[in-house]
Structures are given as C-alpha cells and as structure tokens.
C-alpha cells in the first residue's frame, strides 16, 4: 500500500524533529532554497520550460516542510511565555519565507496550466539575460569526477547543488560531481545551455 503523500511528509518531518535539526540551520536552508526558487522561477517564465515548473513544486514542497519543522521547533523550545513570544519573530520570518515561496508558485501558474505568457513580461525578462537552469548528473554522465570549476569552465555559476536529499546553496567550485547530483547553474542563456548538454 502506497502512502498517501500528506502522511509521507508527515512522517519526514517527525523524523528530521527527532534528529534535533537546529533552527538556525533550517532557516537558512529555507532561505536558500528560496533563493534557487526565485531564479527558477522567472527562468522557467523566461525559456516557457514546463520540466523547471514541475522542479519548482518540488522544491516548493520541501520549502513547506522546513516551515513546518521550523515551527515545531520553536514549539519544542518554548518553556517559558517569554521563550514564546522570543520565537514568535522565528515562526513570522520563515512564514514569509514561504509566501514568497508561494508567490513564485503563482508566478509560473499561468505556464502549468498552458496559458502564453504576455510579451511584456517576457520583453522584461529578456532584458535581465541571466537565466537558471537545473542539470541532472546521470549515473554515466561524463561530469561525474570533475570538479565544478572545471565542469562549468567558470562559463556559468552554480548557485545550488543537490545531493542526498539535502540542497548546498553556493558549492564550494572545487566540489567533485557524484552520480545523482542536481545542480542548478545560472548565467547568460547561451552558456547555460551549452553546460547542460555537457552533462
């Protein structure tokens, strides 16, 4: 029997509590996963890529579940009123976390349901000349072994970098590329897309 989705997360979350995460941590983990969504999020708008939309909701997803963990923390902490009024700044900045989090979600709204995108909006974004795109390590990949440096020939940045379930934001550029990771790179269009095929 498959477990509904909403248990799943449930069942993460309470495991992640009992390994005693730091708050700390978890912000700032929340914070650059929001970060990596933003820039998605209008390089998604920008090159109209529907397979950036879907790993936008994923990260959407973990996003909401450091929220969560956050919360629950602070929850944890608490012993005192005035412990609980300390925290309330804590549980506020991890909500606005994840309202942006959720204002990129209904940025790319119009993509997942197919409808076009204004030429305005896309005239604006073509003017910004960076975009964001993420590169799958496959098991075979020619990358795995490199260091990033030399993967991306100092061509494009990695701003992100996932590996066991767990997001690096801004990897060190000496880095060595395992099988499975997930990078995100940013840079002008042209060159990111010529380091992705290089994957």
């Known amino acids: 029997m498959q477990i ?15 390994k005693g995460k730091n708050v700390v941590d978890l912000i700032v983990e929340m914070k650059n996963m929001v970060n990596l969504a933003i820039a998605l999020g209008f390089s998604a708008l920008l ?10 909701h ?12 956050i919360e629950a923390e602070c929850m944890l902490a608490s012993k005192t009123p005035k412990d609980a ?6 549980i506020r900045l991890s909500s606005a976390m994840e ?17 076009p995108i204004h030429p305005t ?3 604006g974004l073509k003017d ?18 490199k260091t990033l440096e030399v993967f991306t020939e100092g061509k494009v940045e ?12 801004l990897p060190n550029r000496e880095e060595v590329i395992k099988p499975d990771d997930v990078l995100i790179i940013s840079g002008r269009r042209k060159l990111v897309s010529e380091t992705g095929k290089k994957a």
């Not at 000349?129 to 990358?143: G, L, Q, T």
């Open 158 to 169: 990695v701003i992100g970098l996932r590996r066991d379930e767990k997001w690096i934001y």
């Open 99 to 115: 309202d942006i989090s959720d204002a990129i979600k209904e940025l790319i709204d119009s993509l997942s349901r197919g409808i």
């Open 58 to 69: 994923e990260l959407e997803e973990e996003i909401d579940i450091r929220q969560y963990e």
């Open 128 to 145: 910004s000349m960076e975009v964001a795109d993420y590169v799958e390590m496959k098991k075979k990949s020619k990358a795995i072994g």
């Open 121 to 123: 909006i896309l005239k």
């Open 85 to 90: 009024l300390e925290l309330t700044s804590v």
């Open 4 to 18: 509904p989705k909403s248990e799943y997360q449930s069942e993460e979350i309470l495991e992640d509590l009992q």
């Open 47 to 56: 090159m109209q890529d529907k397979n950036l939309v879907k790993k936008i």
